[in-house]
């Protein structure tokens, strides 16, 4: 209609602009109760609540949730949700190849890395000539387990803010490493119990220490065996990992390194081990109190979401003329952008708690 009406009227190609102009950002996406809709693709990015059809960023299970009639995520996402849900989480299923463009309804949509876990990906969304990217959760430093974050020049970017304070700076992760591998080394007779959350960091962690150039088995939870085969799967070598259970166990764990979720660590699982040190690979490590809450006698800052200087360095990359904050401290980042001359809002999304920092 749009077109007939302009070409009825012959209106040379500069009067063009202030009517495709019209579509405004909140016209592509916008929240609703179910989590972010695209209108004129008819979908929603990682709804909570069962949808007709679904576009998932990750597996963590805030974001990927099982019931939807239709799911478009990459292979390794819908594999990791096959994993975690059973086979029939979703109606159907479409796989999306990074870079390549899919036609939803007259909107174009392509999946890029996000460098957050196995199969995290950025979602965009063109129409008409306007580009948003969903970056879902993100990181930009280098992980040897997923693909490195691509930045995506678009008008709106729409970023998480899991850590978005100035006081939120990761050190670089082999320095964390290196602190495990010494207090290891310092006290042989003891074990050391890693909590990291199932799906990304403890296969992260894991394959830290290999690079580090430790060769001993690992021990794991058995939350943490099927998604580290699927790792190990999918080519990321892990090395030597034996179930952390004291049946059939083949040593009595002096020594050892064991990985497992950080809720096991409160239970009586945790209790077999001797004279364990507990320790946390978690960004929220960066903050004192919250290991000395937690019992933490060893805090590894590890993270796999963007920390402050990542969230503004990512923000100007994407040359976005606009941003969109979600999930996490959106007033700090939405006053940085602000002070930076970039128009910005919070989109004060509900239902995300990252299973995964
Ligand atoms: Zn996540």
Not at 26 to 53: A, K, Q, T
Not at 54 to 59: D, E, P, S, V
Not at 199 to 224: C, E, F, N, T
Not at 330 to 345: K, S
Request: aromatic share 8%; with cysteine.
């Amino acid at each position: 209609m749009l077109e007939s009406a302009v070409r009825g009227n012959r209106l040379p190609a500069t009067e063009l602009y202030p009517i495709l102009g019209t579509m405004r950002a909140s016209d592509l996406l916008h929240p609703r109760p179910e989590g972010l809709y695209c209108p004129p693709g008819d979908f929603f990015i990682d709804p909570v609540r069962p949808v007709d059809r679904a576009l998932i960023t990750h597996g963590h299970s805030d974001h990927a949730r099982s019931g939807h009639r239709s799911v478009l995520a990459t292979q390794q996402t819908l594999d990791i949700m096959g994993l975690r849900y059973g086979e029939d989480f979703a109606g159907t299923t479409q796989a999306a190849r990074l870079g390549e463009t899919i036609a939803l309804n007259s909107v174009s949509v392509s999946f890029h890395p996000a460098g957050h876990v196995l199969g995290s990906a950025q979602i965009s969304v063109e129409h008409q000539g306007m580009r948003i990217v969903a970056s879902g959760d993100y990181k930009r430093r280098k992980d040897a387990t997923c693909a490195t974050f691509e930045p995506i020049r678009c008008d709106v970017f729409i970023t998480e803010a899991t850590f978005g304070l100035p006081v939120f700076r990761h050190p670089p992760d082999t320095e964390e490493i290196a602190r495990l591998l010494k207090s290891a080394a310092q006290f042989p007779e003891r074990s050391h119990l890693v909590g990291a959350y199932a799906l990304g960091k403890a296969q992260r962690v894991m394959r830290l220490l290999r690079d580090a150039g430790y060769d001993r088995p690992l021990y794991i939870h058995g939350a943490l065996a099927r998604l580290s085969e699927y790792y190990q799967s999918q080519g990321i070598d892990l090395g030597t990992l034996e179930p952390a259970t004291v049946e059939g166990a083949k040593d009595d764990f002096t020594g050892a390194i064991v990985v497992g979720p950080p809720s096991a660590f409160a239970d009586r699982w945790a209790r077999r081990f001797p004279d364990p040190i507990s320790c946390f690979a978690s960004g929220w490590m960066r903050i004192r109190q919250r290991a000395k809450q937690g019992g933490v006698e060893l805090p590894l800052i590890i993270s796999d979401h963007a920390d402050w200087d990542e969230l503004t360095a990512t923000i100007k990359e994407t040359g976005a003329e606009e941003i969109w904050v979600t999930h996490g401290r959106e007033e700090a980042l939405v006053r940085w952008c602000e002070l930076e001359g970039i128009a910005a809002r919070p989109l004060h999304l509900v239902g995300y708690e990252d299973e995964g920092d």
